[in-house]
């Protein structure tokens, strides 16, 4: 099996049949036949292969064997064979609270399917998380099973909750949801094509809604989760969000928004403990699109002021920056400048740790031993400006600049203790402003520093720690972002370049990000089918490990932004129909050189 027909989840909103193996050589685990996979229900469970089939034959139980398999966002198609004269197509897919199978027997016998069907579902959450402690009890219904004369049909429903075990597999939601929420793109380019419809496939399938099952989630509502598959986050995250947005901007009939930022606003999760800024794009969604930013302003005041978010975030208010205390919550392992704090086990992730009592730290680039640094952070302080920028308050980018502003590029720890930490955060600031020609020509040369055949690295390979093998002094490290293409980091550099790049018209900025958008849009088809994950080898292009559909990038806003509103890069001729614009929806219209057509 090769291209899209590796893949062999059940793929659905509220429930699906996870069966991703982080194994990037063989990514999804082999067909087989029933309702099989780990099962999450907003969140990843504890539940593995919920309802297993096995077939007799003529009164002899068989040993399938796969003949072909197709993968579809909507269902899955898998030939068996089962004897020498007899084989079935299975077509299985998820239609909202029910799993379905249609089994088409060719062939001659007499066929039993055997479902082990569990009285009741126990589930618990799995995710490494506040919501660990989630579990539900759910009721399940089933169809009959009677045995079957090939050639025939036989169909298998199986409800979770206490709906009916009713369900057509020829309803195609995704589908559906496609055409209902994106607007729709021509295009000569089949792989331009590929990669935006399944960027919308990234929205689609997480957006979540594990109220649903779990009656004391913290969350209520439909959510922007980070990611569906992994034994990490899978749920609503505060890194993201801001990014998240920024593509549900570009939704014909938003879902989630409100919601999820009403999360954040409640401080629910983990959504405030992350230094990032879900106001301002959320003020621009508002511009577009109807939502309550009340309850959000007086929640990003509360945050800017030091109160309800994480201790790692210590000082700041509306005159002064915050700095960032040890490691966790982004911290150290989201930022290539992480080697400079001191005192840190890189082999034990401080989130394991009790927070420390503040202040038990050194001052900025400290060589202090056995305590936690305060680092003055880029990104940290590019968020705290712009929150306090969207409040009203005053405007903080000459502090920015004085601060972190090294010999024309922006560094979070300066030249001590080591002369260059370069890294994607030098690029943020221009996300809201210009600065001047010195500063834009060193961001220039920093997209040339950080270009690597796949990709952008997310440090300069001159820093000292640099790596291309997601290690850090020899150590696998999961989380290591000292040179390997991280998806979330190469999306904020886009996003601030491009930002610049229209404003200044300058060429240099025009033709790099041009470069750098072709090449991370090239990046998702490196598998030989669209995916999106974690970060990527930035040399061959592969997954360190398997986090398929991972939505804490933000592709389709830039391509909406800087490919069809503002045209940085020349994709050939494209048409969009149906794009939100204010208060209604227009069209689009791109030729080969980029003038509107």
């Given at each position: ?15 699906s ?22 099962l ?39 030939v ?31 066929v ?13 959450v ?9 579990s539900?009890?759910i ?5 009959r ?36 929420h ?6 000569g ?45 899978t ?48 003020i ?67 989130m ?22 305060r ?52 690029a ?42 997601n ?22 550099v ?27 849009t ?29 939505f ?28 939100p ?5 227009i ?11």
């Amino acid at each position: 099996m090769s291209g899209s027909t590796a893949r062999t989840e059940l793929v659905g909103t509220d429930l699906s049949l996870e069966t991703a193996t982080w194994n990037t050589d063989d990514p999804w685990a082999p067909p087989r036949p029933g309702f099989v996979g780990r099962l999450h229900l907003g969140h990843e469970t504890d539940v593995i292969d919920p309802v297993p089939v096995s077939f007799v034959v003529d009164g002899v139980t068989v040993a399938p064997r796969v003949l072909s398999h197709r993968w579809d966002p909507d269902f899955t198609e898998t030939v068996y064979g089962l004897t020498d004269s007899l084989r079935v197509a299975e077509r299985k897919g998820v239609r909202g609270r029910v799993l379905c199978a249609d089994w088409h027997f060719l062939g001659s016998g007499n066929v039993r399917v055997i479902a082990t069907v569990p009285p009741m579902l126990r589930a618990r959450v799995t995710t490494i998380s506040l919501y660990a402690e989630l579990s539900a009890d759910i009721p399940v219904r089933a169809t009959r099973l009677e045995p079957v004369e090939a050639p025939g049909v036989l169909r298998f429903r199986f409800a979770l909750g206490d709906g009916e075990p009713v369900g057509d597999l020829d309803a195609l939601p995704f589908r559906d949801w496609f055409a209902r929420h994106a607007p729709r793109l021509h295009t000569g380019s089949k792989e331009l094509a590929e990669v935006y419809e399944y960027r919308w496939f990234v929205v689609y399938r997480n957006l979540r809604r594990p109220f649903l099952w779990f009656q004391d989630h913290p969350m209520p509502g439909e959510l922007f989760f980070e990611g569906p598959v992994s034994n990490w986050f899978t749920a609503p995250i505060g890194l993201s969000f801001p990014l998240q947005l920024r593509e549900a901007r570009w939704m014909r009939s938003p879902r989630g928004v409100q919601d999820t930022l009403n999360a954040w606003t409640a401080n629910a999760g983990a959504l405030r403990s992350y230094a990032a800024d879900p106001l301002t794009p959320a003020i621009e969604f508002a511009e577009h699109h109807p939502l309550d930013l009340g309850a959000a302003r007086d929640a990003a005041l509360e945050y800017v002021l030091g109160r309800g978010r994480s201790a790692r975030i210590a000082g700041g208010g509306m005159d002064a920056f915050p700095v960032t205390v040890g490691s966790w919550v982004n911290g150290t392992e989201y930022a290539p400048d992480f080697f400079a704090e001191v005192g840190w086990d890189h082999k034990r992730s401080e989130m394991f740790i009790a927070p420390p009592q503040l202040p038990r730290a050194g001052e900025p680039d400290s060589r202090q031993a056995d305590v936690l640094t305060r680092l003055s952070r880029v990104d940290t302080n590019v968020w705290h400006w712009a929150i306090v920028k969207a409040l009203g308050g005053p405007d903080l980018r000459t502090d920015l600049a004085r601060l972190h502003l090294h010999d024309g590029v922006f560094r979070s720890v300066g030249t001590a203790p080591v002369t260059n930490v370069l890294n994607f955060e030098a690029a943020l600031p221009f996300l809201y402003a210009d600065f001047g020609p010195r500063e834009r020509a060193a961001l220039a040369r920093a997209i040339d520093d950080w270009t690597a055949p796949k990709g952008l690295y997310s440090t300069s390979p001159d820093c000292p720690a640099f790596s291309t093998e997601n290690a850090f002094r020899g150590y696998q490290y999961p989380c290591c972002w000292n040179g390997p293409v991280w998806n979330y980091a190469t999306s904020w550099v886009l996003h601030a370049l491009g930002a610049v790049a229209s404003r200044t018209k300058e060429e240099p900025l025009r033709a790099r990000f041009a470069r750098a958008w072709t090449q991370w849009t090239a990046s998702h088809l490196t598998l030989g089918y669209p995916m999106v994950i974690e970060h990527f080898h930035p040399e061959t292009g592969r997954p360190y490990r398997l986090l398929p559909d991972y939505f804490h990038s933000a592709w389709l806003d830039t391509f909406f932004r800087h490919v069809v509103m503002e045209p940085l890069v020349d994709t050939g001729p494209l048409l969009l129909e149906g794009v939100p614009w204010k208060e209604s929806e227009i069209s689009v219209e791109r030729g080969v050189t980029g003038a509107l057509g």
